[in-house]
């Protein structure tokens, strides 16, 4: 079983739908990060959380919401959701030491018609 | 502010050959720089990292990178490039004393039989 896993793979909606992304982890990590990847720009930080009663917002956070359920759940959401949204977005853990690398999920698949 | 610079967006090889895959960094203090792997369709696979001491650091599948502080660079390098290679290449950089990645915008690696 994959250590971060992302649902749904892939989701198509339509303009102004509520949507969310979930993330669970079995690696016991305390650090939970969402990102967005777009081609040509890299990743990019939406929402970051250090334990489940932290949490921070990233480079581009309008738009989005999160919500840190349990150390092993971490969920995104997009309120009303806007075609520009339309990217692959990946749940990411790491532990505590600001030395070691993060760990990626299958990442999810959005597109927003 | 930290940033990552991957000058080329291609790189094309054939295999058997070395392959080079470029990075530059900016950041306030002394880095921490990570190369991570992207398959189609899966999630960042971290590949290597220096944290501090030797400027040559090797890591999964035959990569190495060489640590340059005066260029600020941490290029990725192979002596031997195999087809199964061909893939989206990340750097990314953190400072010591955070716990933001900062992201290169990617390279495409592209190993010719």
């Known amino acids: 079983d994959a250590d971060v896993t992302q649902t749904p793979r892939n989701r198509i909606t339509k303009t102004g739908k509520r949507i969310m992304l979930e993330c669970s982890q079995t690696k016991g990590h305390d650090r939970m990060y969402w990102y967005r990847q777009d081609p040509g720009l890299g990743l990019r930080l939406i929402y970051y959380s250090f334990d489940v009663k932290d949490i921070n917002k990233g480079e581009i956070s309008d738009g989005y919401s999160v919500s840190r359920q349990a150390q092993a759940k971490f969920s995104l959401s997009l309120e009303s959701a806007i075609p520009n949204q339309t990217a692959l977005y990946f749940c990411?853990?790491?532990?505590?030491?600001?030395?070691?690398?993060?760990?990626f999920g299958d990442g999810t698949r959005l597109s927003i018609l | 502010a930290q940033s990552v610079a991957q000058p080329e967006d291609q790189v094309n090889v054939a295999e058997g050959n070395p392959l080079t895959v470029k990075c530059t960094y900016s950041?306030?203090?002394?880095?921490?720089l990570f190369w991570y792997v992207q398959y189609p369709n899966r999630g960042l696979q971290f590949l290597l990292k220096?944290?501090?001491?030797?400027?040559l650091v090797k890591g999964s599948y035959g990569f190495e990178a060489e640590f340059n502080k005066s260029q600020t660079s941490f290029h990725l390098k192979k002596p031997s490039a195999l087809v199964s290679d061909s893939a989206l290449y990340f750097c990314a950089v953190r400072d010591t004393g955070g716990f933001k990645t900062i992201f290169g915008a990617g390279t495409r690696l592209f190993v010719k039989a």
């Open positions: 950041v306030s203090g002394n880095p921490y």
């Open positions: 220096y944290i501090t001491g030797d400027n």
């Open positions: 990411a853990t790491s532990d505590l030491t600001s030395n070691q690398p993060q760990h």
